[in-house]
């Protein structure tokens, strides 16, 4: 059976992550703290999701002296819709199994 | 195994530049998005962590993609050995990192340089470069040998580019000196930038500007008093006056608790690799100008991977050198003989070779006296020209293109008995030797130059006697001479000026061929010492190069410079009726 896309237990906690401060533009290393995700999980994820145009970036400029501009991201529209829907989805899925 | 904190860094990036390697080239906005990253992570090990988990990254994302061959590598021989390649070097990294990482827990890392930020405050900044300006301090050990010495604070100054985002790897631009002062003009470098798009980074060397220490505060007046005497007239007297000064100087430091074998070039090479580590900057860009050009070669020579590439502006030639002023009369003669060769100079001046001679011998018969303003406090505000002092006018004057023009009419006027119109190059020439460190100047010197400590030949030229003779084997020891980055891989582009006083162009082109096959040399005529600084066509060739160094610059422009526009002799004032 073919596992149904951005549903692994990374790519939601991801998309939860970015979900929480949607307006914000994040960078690899922030993320990777917040999600527990190490890099080599990490990036693979980002540029899936930006091809897939959930999620946008660009490269910001820093405030520290002499360090290169970052590369920073946030979600699309639709990155934000799913991030949503598979947030309400893991509500219900919650609701069910207290339920039962 | 005993690894240094700077390794663990250095291989982390080695670690990212093979994930960036391996990574598909649609998707290297992703390969410098990880590895500059790193740029930001204070722990080492961290840094480390990050670097493998980058490998992963890029391996993960190259076998999902479709495009079947690694970089470089085509076709299906290419294919097979690339994949073999890319697997066997990327399973090494995996495996040699995590035996660096397990090594991490017990090691007691040294504190990596930091740069403290401070308030610009520096002359001439417009409001539309002051935000471009960050300024700060990076301390770096006073002695390399003993941690417990304490430290220096450089003063260090980044311009951040006008057009952003800047692209990675900054420049760093080196000056001459030894002594001469760079971050005070920080205004005019943002104004002129080496290549647009890069940051560029500014660094008092040690004991210049408004680094520490100031070897000699009390003291720098009276060293360049003694120097200009010696300019004036070249005696016995003059020359213990300027040796009493500098051993005064000596002491002075000597009690202040500084200890001289703490300078050199080896030494700020060192200080410079600190500034480097303190902005995380994995390569840098190093451009060297006069003396900044031994700075810039020995640090290709011990430190390789962290410059991306290297121009040296108008070299300062390695030991040994010839006498300075066999050099000044090699480009002196060059000057006259193209004023032979130019029809308004040679029309107006048929033998300008000869009149300089001739000016000479006057003027060692008969010095003609100017004055100067109040504030070069000299006695009387008039001072002697006497031969020396127009020797040492004159090669001062090569430096410099923009003197050019007129330099054939003003030798011909001190000749015809008329010094009026030397009054604002002395003045100029005064005023920018104050600005130097002069006991910085003589701290490098007399341990990078083992000919100073060599007998002077008799009857030497001022400008020989001018020089650290009879002053250096009093100073300190002599220490670890610079070098040059003999067969090295960094692209190098050597800048060089027809009438330099400093470096010849011979000279220049003999160290490119030393450095070898990464070096291109180019010749610019009608410019003197510092060719980007007085040649926009230098300036783009060097911009070029730092840009794109792996290509041959398109260096056509320097066969259009414009010939200098000589102002023909003045005519001879009506007599009266």
Redesign the interface.
């Known amino acids: 059976m073919p596992r149904k896309p951005n549903n692994s237990r990374q790519t939601r906690a991801l998309l939860a992550a970015l979900l929480d401060r949607s307006q914000t533009w994040r960078?690899?290393?922030d993320l990777?703290k917040e999600t527990g995700l190490?890099?080599?999980?990490?990036?693979?994820l980002?540029?899936r999701l930006s091809e897939q145009g959930l999620l946008e970036?660009r490269?910001q400029?820093t405030e520290r002296?002499?360090?290169?501009?970052?590369?920073v991201y946030r979600l699309t529209a639709s990155g934000r819709s799913l991030a949503r829907d598979q947030e309400l989805a893991a509500i219900a899925a919650e609701r069910a199994g207290a339920l039962a | 195994m005993n690894v240094s904190a700077g390794r663990w860094r250095r291989f982390a990036v080695k670690l990212a530049r093979h994930a960036a390697w391996v990574l598909p080239g649609a998707r290297s906005p992703w390969a410098d998005a990880m590895r500059r990253e790193l740029d930001y992570l204070e722990d080492d090990a961290a840094a480390l962590r990050w670097a493998l988990g980058c490998v992963a990254a890029s391996y993960k994302t190259r076998l999902a993609s479709p495009l079947p061959t690694l970089p470089r590598m085509r076709g299906r021989v290419g294919r097979v050995a690339g994949w073999r390649h890319a697997a066997t070097s990327g399973v090494l990294m995996l495996f040699i990192g995590f035996a660096l990482l397990e090594n991490a827990g017990g090691q007691t890392e040294p504190p990596r340089p930091v740069f403290k930020e401070t308030t610009c405050d520096l002359p001439n900044v417009s409001p539309d470069i002051r935000p471009r300006l960050r300024c700060g301090t990076v301390s770096v050990p006073r002695d390399y040998d003993n941690p417990d010495a304490g430290h220096f604070k450089l003063a260090v100054v980044v311009i951040k580019s006008e057009q952003q985002p800047s692209w990675p790897e900054p420049v760093v631009y080196i000056n001459g000196g030894p002594g001469s002062p760079l971050t005070v003009y920080a205004a005019y470098q943002a104004r002129t930038p080496y290549a647009p798009r890069r940051d560029l980074i500014l660094v008092d060397q040690r004991g210049t500007g408004r680094s520490e220490p100031n070897i000699c505060p009390d003291l720098e007046r009276k060293l360049l008093d003694a120097n200009f005497a010696i300019g004036a007239t070249v005696t016995e007297e003059g020359l213990d006056r300027r040796q009493a000064a500098y051993l005064a100087c000596r002491d002075q430091a000597i009690g202040r608790g500084l200890d001289l074998r703490n300078f050199g070039t080896r030494v700020t090479v060192e200080d410079f690799e600190r500034v480097r580590q303190a902005f995380r900057v994995e390569r840098w860009n190093v451009y060297g100008e006069s003396y900044g050009t031994t700075v810039a070669m020995t640090l290709v020579a011990l430190y390789p991977d962290t410059v991306r590439s290297a121009v040296l502006d108008s070299i300062y030639p390695p030991d040994p050198v010839p006498l300075w002023s066999t050099i000044v009369s090699d480009a002196r003669d060059a000057f006259f003989a193209h004023c032979a060769r130019d029809k308004v100079c040679s029309t107006s001046f048929p033998d300008l070779a000869q009149t300089y001679r001739d000016t000479l011998a006057r003027l060692d018969q008969n010095p003609l006296v100017v004055t100067l303003p109040p504030q070069m406090r000299q006695a009387d505000d008039r001072v002697r020209i006497t031969a020396s002092l127009f020797e040492v006018g004159v090669s001062n004057l090569l430096y410099y293109p923009n003197a050019y023009p007129t330099l054939p009419r003003m030798i011909q006027s001190v000749h015809d008995g008329d010094a009026h119109g030397l009054e604002s190059d002395l003045a100029s020439q005064l005023t920018a030797a104050a600005t130097q460190n002069l006991a910085t100047h003589a701290a490098v010197e007399c341990r990078d130059r083992p000919h100073f400590r060599a007998q002077l030949p008799v009857g030497a030229s001022v400008l020989d006697r001018k020089q650290l003779y009879g002053v250096c084997g009093h100073w300190s020891e002599p220490g670890p001479q610079p070098l040059v980055p003999v067969g090295t891989p960094v692209p190098t582009l050597v800048l060089a000026g027809q009438f330099d006083p400093v470096a010849r162009p011979a000279s220049s082109r003999h160290v490119a061929q030393l450095i070898g096959a990464s070096a291109r040399f180019v010749e610019f005529p009608f410019i003197g010492h510092n060719v980007r600084r007085f040649s926009p066509c230098g300036a783009r060739i060097a911009a070029d190069f730092i840009d794109h160094p792996a290509q041959a610059p398109d260096t056509s422009c320097a066969d259009r410079i414009a010939p200098i526009r000589f102002l023909p002799r003045i005519p001879d004032a009506p007599r009266d009726r």
């Open positions: 960078h690899g290393y990777s190490r890099s080599g999980t990490l990036y693979p980002l540029m970036s490269w400029e002296p002499g360090l290169p501009p970052r590369h």
